[in-house]
């Protein structure tokens, strides 16, 4: 399945973000009821502090979980140092049907390729910025607006405020990433808030494979409840 896919059904969708880029991870996102999964290169995780190997070492690992798994399967390509065109029109060939990148670190030849397009706004984003995301092709925000010091803190009401303020002003679906240890208790909330669906991390998964497994499979059975 692709991520066009899933945005044109009417389900909220769980994305996984791996801890690691392995099949192994894939599979544990994927059976325990993730609807995508997102790799990472060329970055070092704010959150685990792992970095993250080049396009051409994952390349082998994307083609397997395609094979294996034939999931919907998206990338960060980068941060500071970016995927170049060449390795995009790869990651698509390989099977990956969409990226997720920060604005301040996409280059515009990524606003060319046909995988889908989340674009996340940070933590220095400001409203003005909002709407122009449509006019850039994305088909996704990733509201990713946490400053890194907050990483880890409980979920505020001004949270809620500043991301219903980004929802209300776009029809573009919207993804929150969990830069905050959200609870499941506070899963109906933001879905109510009018977010499409979750990206789970580190913070909520931990990073080795029995809580990773653990907490993909409890925040799915409430976000499809």
Same mark, same amino acid.
């Given at each position: 399945?692709?991520?066009? %896919?899933?945005?044109?059904?009417?389900?909220?969708?769980?994305?996984?973000?791996?801890?690691?880029?392995?099949?192994?991870?894939?599979?544990?996102?994927?059976?325990?009821?993730?609807?995508?999964?997102?790799?990472?290169?060329?970055?070092?995780?704010?959150?685990?502090?792992?970095?993250? !190997?080049?396009?051409?070492?994952?390349? =082998?690992?994307?083609?397997?979980?395609?094979? !294996?798994?034939?999931?919907?399967?998206?990338?960060?390509?980068?941060?500071?140092? +970016?995927?170049?065109?060449? =390795?995009?029109? %790869? +990651?698509?060939?390989?099977?990956?049907?969409?990226?997720?990148?920060?604005?301040?670190?996409?280059?515009?030849?990524?606003?060319?390729?046909? +995988?889908?397009? +989340?674009?996340?706004?940070?933590?220095?984003?400001?409203?003005?910025?909002?709407?122009?995301?449509?006019?850039?092709?994305?088909?996704?925000?990733?509201?990713?607006?946490?400053?890194?010091?907050?990483?880890?803190?409980?979920?505020?009401?001004? %949270?809620?405020?500043?991301?219903?303020?980004? /929802?209300?002003?776009?029809?573009?679906?919207?993804?929150?990433?969990?830069?905050?240890?959200?609870?499941?208790? =506070?899963?109906?909330?933001?879905?109510?808030?009018?977010?499409?669906?979750? /990206?789970?991390?580190?913070?909520?998964?931990?990073?080795?494979?029995?809580?990773?497994?653990?907490?993909?499979?409890?925040?799915?059975?409430?976000?499809?409840?």
């Amino acid at each position: 399945m692709k991520f066009s %896919d899933l945005l044109n059904s009417k389900e909220s969708i769980l994305v996984a973000s791996l801890p690691e880029n392995s099949v192994e991870y894939a599979k544990a996102a994927i059976e325990n009821g993730a609807d995508a999964i997102k790799l990472h290169v060329n970055l070092k995780h704010r959150v685990t502090g792992k970095v993250h !190997e080049t396009w051409t070492k994952v390349r =082998e690992v994307a083609k397997a979980i395609k094979s !294996e798994l034939d999931c919907c399967t998206g990338i960060v390509p980068g941060a500071e140092t +970016m995927a170049g065109s060449d =390795e995009i029109e %790869d +990651m698509e060939a390989c099977g990956l049907s969409f990226f997720d990148v920060y604005i301040d670190y996409c280059p515009v030849y990524l606003l060319k390729s046909s +995988m889908s397009k +989340m674009l996340a706004l940070n933590y220095t984003y400001t409203p003005s910025m909002v709407k122009g995301l449509a006019k850039l092709n994305a088909d996704a925000i990733e509201i990713s607006i946490i400053d890194p010091s907050d990483y880890g803190s409980s979920l505020s009401a001004m %949270d809620l405020l500043r991301y219903s303020e980004i /929802i209300e002003q776009t029809d573009l679906p919207c993804f929150l990433p969990t830069q905050k240890k959200i609870s499941n208790s =506070e899963i109906k909330t933001l879905v109510d808030l009018g977010f499409r669906g979750l /990206i789970i991390g580190p913070i909520v998964t931990g990073s080795d494979l029995i809580s990773f497994s653990k907490a993909v499979r409890s925040f799915s059975e409430v976000l499809k409840s």
